[in-house]
């Protein structure tokens, strides 16, 4: 699985180093797979509300979606954007300070290129959303990964991050709450590296796809929002979790008026804009009723609970985690033969159907991301199936 590509015609060593995708390898398995119970994706299963998809049609019936908006975005959408930093994330923004992007993922691509020169340094903590590690690469940067303390929630090791900064670092990056490990990092772990990232002149880049799915009581603080922070803060956002938007390609980056054409400038070769339909749409998702987005965090607490109950089930064969927030849990696997993760997840999803993602994807080998955003159903045919098969 993470070897280099092997082809005979010249291509960068820069892109063929990069291993092939283990979440993406597990999906085209289970296609092989009958009736599979699939635990594998970070994408919501349910559809995106209908007040949205109508906004998109009337958008094209009214000939407004065939040419590129401004590359930053359209206007009215960096406006909603803007009232929406302010209300829910406590930055204050403005229109000038946001590019309205592919997804997060292209907003953290342009962020990377505008950051890094190759060699330069990124800190991530591990285990981490694979991709931020591949945006590195790609920009020709060295990736340093520093692992968070799994037995305290994988909470982050201020220490060993103080640690890991040369001469050469640039910038801290992470997804909060966390993708694969459902952590949600307190507003003291956050004060922590805002100091290391001011002390040191570093950037830091923030992926905060899952704002809005915290449990418990727990609360997503956004690093942008601390005092004297927002200008060497790039955050990232985007409505593909909040509102499952998935296949629409749209989300935004806010940064400094002094970053921000920079990134700008990575953004417009990637896409030149967003596509314009889903601007559209994510000006009805901003504008109208957020019950959708309560019901979704809703649902999650209560597949977060019954995943949980259905772990310590398993007790002799996992232990976790409880997850603060996202839709993901990483659960660790005790038996010898899942320190091979990859392995252990090919085996399960042959012998007992159930499909999840092995944790050396994300630099967390003997481990396994299970999703909880699918309905409670598949969660206990997943687990019926474990329970038979352990
Ligand atoms: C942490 C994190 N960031 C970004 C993304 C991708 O988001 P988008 O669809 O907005 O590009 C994902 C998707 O799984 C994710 O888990």
């Given at each position: 699985?993470?070897?280099?590509?092997?082809?005979?015609?010249?291509?960068?060593?820069?892109?063929?180093?990069?291993?092939?995708?283990?979440?993406?390898?597990?999906?085209?398995?289970?296609?092989?797979?009958?009736?599979?119970?699939?635990?594998?994706?970070?994408?919501?299963?349910?559809?995106?509300?209908?007040?949205?998809?109508?906004?998109a049609?009337?958008a094209i019936?009214e000939g407004k979606t065939g040419g590129y908006s401004e590359p930053a975005g359209l206007y009215e959408l960096r406006v909603?954007i803007?009232?929406?930093?302010?209300?829910?994330?406590?930055?204050?923004?403005?229109a000038e300070?946001i590019v309205v992007t592919v997804g997060?993922?292209e907003g953290?691509c342009a962020?990377?290129?505008?950051?890094?020169?190759?060699?330069?340094?990124?800190?991530?903590?591990?285990?981490?959303?694979?991709?931020?590690?591949?945006?590195?690469?790609?920009?020709?940067?060295?990736?340093?990964?520093?692992?968070?303390?799994?037995?305290?929630?994988?909470?982050?090791?201020?220490?060993?991050?103080?640690?890991?900064?040369?001469?050469?670092?640039?910038?801290?990056?992470?997804?909060?709450?966390?993708?694969?490990?459902?952590?949600?990092?307190?507003?003291?772990?956050?004060?922590?590296?805002?100091?290391?990232?001011?002390?040191?002149?570093?950037?830091?880049?923030?992926?905060?796809?899952?704002?809005?799915?915290?449990?418990?009581?727990?609360?997503?603080?956004?690093?942008?929002?601390?005092?004297?922070?927002?200008?060497?803060?790039?955050?990232?956002?985007?409505?593909?979790?909040?509102?499952?938007?998935?296949?629409w390609r749209i989300g935004y980056v806010?940064?400094?008026?002094?970053?921000i054409p920079?990134i700008k400038k990575g953004h417009i070769p990637f896409a030149i804009c967003a596509p314009v339909v889903s601007q559209y749409a994510a000006v009805?998702?901003?504008?109208?009723?957020?019950?959708?987005?309560?019901?979704?965090?809703?649902?999650?607490?209560?597949?977060?609970?019954?995943?949980?109950?259905?772990?310590?089930?398993?007790?002799?064969?996992?232990?976790?985690?409880?997850?603060?927030?996202?839709?993901?849990?990483?659960?660790?696997?005790?038996?010898?033969?899942?320190?091979?993760?990859?392995?252990?997840?090919?085996?399960?999803?042959?012998?007992?159907?159930?499909?999840?993602?092995?944790?050396?994807?994300?630099?967390?080998?003997?481990?396994?991301?299970?999703?909880?955003?699918?309905?409670?159903?598949?969660?206990?045919?997943?687990?019926?199936?474990?329970?038979?098969?352990?």
């Amino acid at each position: 699985m993470e070897q280099r590509t092997n082809i005979s015609v010249p291509v960068s060593n820069r892109v063929s180093q990069i291993p092939k995708s283990a979440i993406h390898e597990m999906t085209r398995l289970s296609k092989e797979v009958d009736d599979v119970a699939f635990l594998s994706w970070a994408k919501p299963t349910s559809g995106t509300p209908e007040h949205i998809n109508r906004a998109a049609i009337k958008a094209i019936e009214e000939g407004k979606t065939g040419g590129y908006s401004e590359p930053a975005g359209l206007y009215e959408l960096r406006v909603e954007i803007v009232k929406k930093l302010g209300e829910v994330n406590s930055i204050e923004a403005s229109a000038e300070e946001i590019v309205v992007t592919v997804g997060a993922i292209e907003g953290l691509c342009a962020a990377v290129m505008a950051v890094i020169d190759p060699g330069d340094e990124i800190i991530i903590p591990i285990p981490g959303y694979s991709s931020h590690v591949r945006q590195v690469v790609m920009a020709s940067g060295k990736p340093v990964c520093v692992p968070t303390v799994e037995e305290e929630g994988f909470c982050l090791d201020i220490g060993a991050i103080n640690n890991a900064i040369t001469d050469r670092t640039k910038a801290i990056m992470f997804s909060d709450p966390n993708n694969p490990t459902g952590s949600v990092y307190s507003k003291e772990e956050l004060e922590a590296i805002a100091e290391i990232a001011c002390k040191n002149n570093l950037i830091i880049i923030t992926d905060e796809a899952y704002e809005y799915f915290t449990f418990d009581g727990y609360k997503h603080h956004s690093i942008a929002s601390f005092p004297g922070m927002k200008e060497r803060v790039i955050s990232s956002f985007t409505f593909t979790k909040t509102y499952a938007m998935t296949g629409w390609r749209i989300g935004y980056v806010h940064a400094s008026k002094e970053l921000i054409p920079q990134i700008k400038k990575g953004h417009i070769p990637f896409a030149i804009c967003a596509p314009v339909v889903s601007q559209y749409a994510a000006v009805e998702a901003l504008r109208g009723s957020q019950e959708c987005v309560d019901n979704f965090r809703e649902h999650y607490e209560k597949t977060r609970n019954l995943m949980c109950e259905r772990l310590d089930r398993l007790g002799n064969i996992f232990e976790y985690q409880r997850p603060k927030g996202s839709y993901l849990m990483f659960p660790k696997i005790k038996l010898e033969r899942g320190k091979d993760s990859l392995g252990f997840a090919k085996r399960l999803l042959k012998e007992a159907r159930v499909s999840t993602t092995p944790g050396v994807a994300f630099r967390g080998e003997s481990h396994l991301r299970m999703s909880f955003c699918v309905p409670e159903k598949t969660i206990n045919k997943a687990f019926d199936r474990m329970e038979d098969y352990f």
